[in-house]
């Protein structure tokens, strides 16, 4: 999961793959060596499937939206996160108390 989440001075980044307009139940889908792979129920145009990500991710971590930023895959399915001021070992562990 080294490739999936890992940290620098600003706080730990995550790797995903959203799914959007899914109409599976589960936030998390899957842990897999590449990324973590996310059910979004929003459709992926005019940033509704982000911003479904960012609030989700929020909501589950337990800290503000503006602590989560997407740094990379704006337009993409492949996106990558940084959470600021978390460790990779802190996120690790909360991402897996969901499943």
């Known amino acids: 999961m080294d490739s999936v989440?890992?940290?620098?001075t600003r706080?730990?980044?995550l790797r995903v793959v959203v799914r959007p307009n899914s109409k599976e139940k589960e936030f998390?889908?899957?842990f897999?060596?590449?990324?973590i792979v996310i059910n979004l129920r929003g459709p992926a145009r005019e940033g509704k499937a982000n911003?479904?990500?960012?609030?989700?991710?929020s909501k589950i971590l337990g800290i503000s939206?503006?602590?989560i930023i997407?740094?990379?895959?704006?337009?993409?399915?492949?996106?990558?996160?940084?959470?600021?001021?978390?460790g990779a070992d802190s996120l690790k562990?909360?991402?897996s108390s969901v499943t």
């Open 5 to 8: 989440i890992w940290e620098d």
């Open 11 to 13: 706080g730990a980044f």
């Open 28 to 30: 998390i889908a899957e």
């Open 32 to 35: 897999s060596a590449e990324a």
């Open 51 to 57: 911003s479904e990500l960012v609030k989700k991710l």
């Open 65 to 67: 939206t503006a602590e």
């Open 70 to 86: 997407l740094v990379a895959g704006h337009k993409s399915r492949e996106k990558t996160l940084l959470i600021i001021g978390i």
């Open 93 to 95: 562990e909360k991402l």
